[in-house]
């Protein structure tokens, strides 16, 4: 599915005299298949942008196509929307409601009239995907579960859906480090394997550095850089001014590129910055 | 949808209406809302209308806000218009099958809803130039007499304002949730009265969870930091008549006295 949003604003109290413009004219396009990271500062309109792309909020200014199809149309039927675009919220736990865990997973499911066998496969599925064991958890009450527990079945409500397109927001936000890589590895293998495409709202470098393809950031509801990694990460000093810095390897590069070193690659990760490292060093040795 | 309620909010901005002392203002608000539903008359409403854009103004919260906090209850007031036209006996002046309109129908109906208007928008002005301490401050003093009788007036109060408070809260909780389980492909807005009430389950549970939540942590918070109500507790801002109040009681009283001279109450 392809996502394309043409000057997209959303004014939160339009007209009062404390209004917010949480989106500010923004426009890109999300091909099928792209996993795109979209990161900001805190309040900088990442979660406000990703509602208006569910149909949950309805833009100010500008439009919003999923397929060709204009959101913004109000003939269009946002549940049909909704159900291609599953949309993981930030802290998903409050939306627990059911007595079981697999209940709960099954209520995405159900409101898409699955049949129950159908049901009990995408369930099985989803809590695989996110790392819960179905024997030891499905009969549980998701209230007797602990923080990161409760968030896997979160995830796994919508996972559950077989959305089209993915929108995660700050999934991994509070969880501990192991965790959090668990479900960053499956939302990777998601996008690699069953082609679902992906947008991951983050504010951590770090995070989304080695993971997407493409990175999206914002700042106070405008978009400053678009692009992939590497490009977006050349911006040092924009990044920096807006509060978002670049992953520590990054960075330590740019530190020894001030101090005289010569290193031409954006390195992402500790391997790349040790290689690009170790060739400034040969190459200094052979002057 | 749901944010546009304005109920309870307190609305910061400088003004005199925002600086007058709540004791006044709670008691001033329980004579508009005797006046409006002592008011009979066209005429009548005409005053009460000037009254309170008169305040509005005063107060400088924009009228557009004000109004906003009606949208959501425009229901509650259709609703009683209609009952009032269609069920009220009387000259029937015009007639459809088992429906019938009586003119004392319409004029009941209308003033039915004048007053529901003029009563929601009092009362938000109360708590909108209202700070939750304030007002606190202010409902606990002058329920204090009742103290001789055993009402607990500072626990009252207390509780007053901590439900006030938790209004806007519990709204947006409940906008937030409504989001997530539509994302899920619930619908809160079609279907029959039964599959409706139903469809509400995915609503309320996570919304009693998450209040009895904030209850459990607000009183650990307020345990924790040794709060205990009642006797002895002094205050940082005592309350304090100024000269605004008087004029304000000077604009009270000529407006109560400008009803009664018009014969406008009965
Ligand atoms: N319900 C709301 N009513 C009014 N203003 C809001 C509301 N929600 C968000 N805002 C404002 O809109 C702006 C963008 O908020 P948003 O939640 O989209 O930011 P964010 O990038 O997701 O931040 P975070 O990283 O903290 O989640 C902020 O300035 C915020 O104060
Ligand atoms: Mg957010």
Same mark, same amino acid.
């Given at each position: 599915?392809?996502?394309?949003?043409?000057?997209?604003?959303?004014?939160?109290?339009?007209?009062?005299?404390?209004?917010?413009i949480?989106?500010?004219? !923004?426009?890109?396009? &999300?091909?099928?298949?792209?996993? +795109?990271? !979209? =990161?900001?500062?805190?309040?900088?309109?990442?979660?406000?942008?990703?509602?208006? =792309?569910?149909?949950?909020?309805?833009?100010?200014?500008?439009?919003?196509? &999923?397929?060709?199809?204009?959101?913004?149309?109000?003939?269009?039927?946002?549940?049909?929307?909704?159900?291609?675009?599953?949309?993981?919220?930030?802290?998903?736990?409050?939306q @627990?409601?059911?007595?079981?865990?697999?209940?709960?997973?099954?209520?995405?499911?159900?409101?898409?009239?699955?049949?129950?066998?159908?049901?009990?496969?995408?369930?099985?599925?989803?809590?695989?995907?996110v790392?819960?064991?179905?024997?030891?958890?499905?009969?549980?009450s998701?209230?007797?579960?602990?923080?990161?527990?409760?968030?896997? +079945?979160? =995830?796994?409500?919508?996972?559950?859906?077989?959305?089209?397109?993915?929108?995660?927001?700050?999934?991994?936000?509070?969880l501990?480090?192991?965790?959090?890589?668990? !479900?960053?590895?499956? &939302?990777?293998? @998601?996008?690699?394997?069953?082609? +679902?495409?992906? @947008?991951l709202?983050?504010?951590?470098?770090?995070?989304?550095?080695?993971?997407?393809?493409?990175? =999206?950031?914002l700042?106070?509801?405008?978009?400053?850089?678009?692009?992939?990694?590497?490009?977006?990460?050349?911006?040092?000093?924009? @990044?920096?001014? &807006?509060?978002?810095?670049?992953?520590?390897?990054?960075?330590?590069?740019?530190?020894?590129?001030?101090?005289?070193?010569?290193?031409?690659?954006?390195?992402l990760?500790?391997?790349?910055?040790?290689?690009?490292?170790?060739?400034q060093?040969?190459?200094?040795?052979?002057? | 949808?749901?944010?546009?309620?304005?109920?309870?909010?307190?609305?910061?901005?400088?003004?005199?209406?925002?600086?007058?002392?709540?004791?006044?203002?709670?008691?001033?608000?329980?004579?508009?809302?005797?006046?409006?539903?002592?008011?009979?008359?066209?005429?009548?409403?005409?005053?009460?209308?000037?009254?309170i854009?008169?305040?509005?103004? %005063?107060?400088?919260i924009?009228?557009?806000?004000i109004?906003?906090?009606?949208?959501?209850?425009?229901?509650?007031?259709?609703?009683?218009?209609?009952?009032?036209v #269609?069920?009220?006996p009387? *000259?029937v002046?015009?007639?459809?099958?088992?429906i019938k309109?009586?003119?004392?129908?319409l004029?009941?109906g209308?003033?039915m809803?004048?007053?529901?208007?003029?009563?929601?928008?009092?009362?938000?002005?109360?708590?909108?130039?209202?700070?939750p301490? *304030?007002?606190?401050?202010?409902?606990? $003093?002058?329920?204090?007499?009742? $103290?001789?009788?055993?009402?607990?007036?500072?626990?009252?109060? %207390?509780?007053?304002?901590?439900?006030?408070? #938790?209004?806007?809260?519990?709204?947006e909780?409940?906008? $937030?949730?409504? *989001?997530?389980?539509?994302?899920?492909?619930?619908?809160?807005?079609?279907?029959?009265?039964?599959?409706?009430?139903?469809?509400?389950?995915?609503?309320?549970?996570?919304?009693f969870?998450?209040a009895?939540?904030?209850?459990?942590?607000?009183? %650990?918070? %307020?345990?924790?930091?040794?709060?205990?109500?009642?006797?002895?507790r002094?205050?940082?801002?005592?309350?304090?008549?100024?000269?605004?109040?008087?004029i304000?009681?000077f604009?009270?009283?000529?407006?109560?006295?400008?009803?009664?001279?018009? $014969?406008?109450v009965?």
């Amino acid at each position: 599915m392809s996502i394309k949003i043409e000057n997209l604003s959303y004014i939160y109290d339009q007209g009062m005299p404390f209004e917010t413009i949480a989106v500010d004219n !923004i426009s890109f396009d &999300i091909e099928n298949g792209e996993f +795109v990271g !979209i =990161i900001g500062h805190t309040g900088s309109g990442k979660s406000t942008l990703i509602q208006t =792309i569910n149909g949950l909020y309805k833009p100010s200014k500008g439009k919003i196509f &999923i397929n060709d199809i204009d959101l913004t149309d109000k003939k269009v039927k946002k549940s049909d929307i909704r159900k291609k675009v599953g949309l993981v919220f930030q802290y998903p736990e409050y939306q @627990l409601f059911e007595e079981t865990v697999y209940k709960d997973i099954a209520f995405g499911p159900k409101n898409l009239n699955l049949k129950a066998d159908e049901i009990d496969i995408r369930v099985k599925e989803s809590m695989k995907l996110v790392g819960l064991d179905f024997e030891k958890l499905n009969e549980v009450s998701p209230f007797e579960l602990s923080g990161g527990q409760k968030r896997r +079945v979160a =995830i796994a409500g919508v996972l559950a859906m077989n959305p089209e397109v993915l929108i995660l927001d700050e999934p991994t936000a509070g969880l501990d480090p192991k965790a959090r890589d668990e !479900i960053l590895k499956q &939302i990777e293998i @998601l996008n690699k394997k069953k082609k +679902v495409t992906v @947008l991951l709202v983050s504010h951590s470098m770090e995070e989304v550095a080695n993971l997407v393809d493409r990175l =999206i950031v914002l700042d106070k509801g405008k978009k400053v850089l678009d692009g992939d990694v590497r490009s977006v990460f050349k911006e040092y000093e924009l @990044l920096t001014d &807006i509060g978002l810095g670049v992953p520590q390897v990054t960075e330590l590069i740019n530190k020894l590129n001030l101090r005289g070193c010569n290193i031409k690659e954006t390195v992402l990760n500790v391997e790349e910055a040790k290689n690009a490292i170790l060739k400034q060093l040969r190459g200094d040795s052979n002057d | 949808m749901i944010r546009d309620i304005t109920v309870g909010q307190y609305y910061p901005s400088e003004s005199t209406i925002h600086d007058l002392d709540p004791r006044f203002k709670i008691i001033a608000s329980f004579i508009y809302m005797i006046s409006i539903f002592a008011v009979e008359s066209i005429i009548g409403y005409g005053v009460v209308t000037l009254f309170i854009v008169f305040l509005i103004k %005063m107060s400088k919260i924009p009228i557009k806000y004000i109004l906003k906090g009606l949208k959501p209850i425009m229901l509650i007031i259709i609703f009683a218009f209609v009952i009032n036209v #269609f069920f009220t006996p009387g *000259k029937v002046i015009f007639e459809y099958r088992i429906i019938k309109v009586t003119s004392e129908g319409l004029y009941r109906g209308f003033f039915m809803a004048i007053r529901l208007v003029f009563l929601i928008i009092g009362t938000s002005l109360l708590t909108l130039t209202t700070s939750p301490l *304030k007002l606190t401050d202010g409902i606990e $003093k002058l329920l204090n007499p009742f $103290k001789k009788i055993g009402l607990p007036a500072h626990e009252l109060a %207390m509780m007053m304002t901590i439900s006030l408070r #938790f209004i806007p809260t519990l709204l947006e909780e409940t906008d $937030k949730i409504m *989001k997530a389980q539509m994302a899920r492909g619930a619908d809160f807005e079609s279907g029959s009265i039964v599959n409706r009430a139903k469809g509400l389950i995915p609503l309320l549970v996570p919304l009693f969870i998450s209040a009895f939540q904030r209850a459990d942590d607000l009183a %650990m918070a %307020m345990e924790a930091r040794c709060y205990r109500g009642g006797d002895n507790r002094t205050q940082l801002k005592v309350l304090k008549y100024t000269r605004k109040d008087l004029i304000g009681s000077f604009v009270l009283i000529l407006y109560v006295a400008s009803l009664f001279a018009f $014969k406008m109450v009965w």
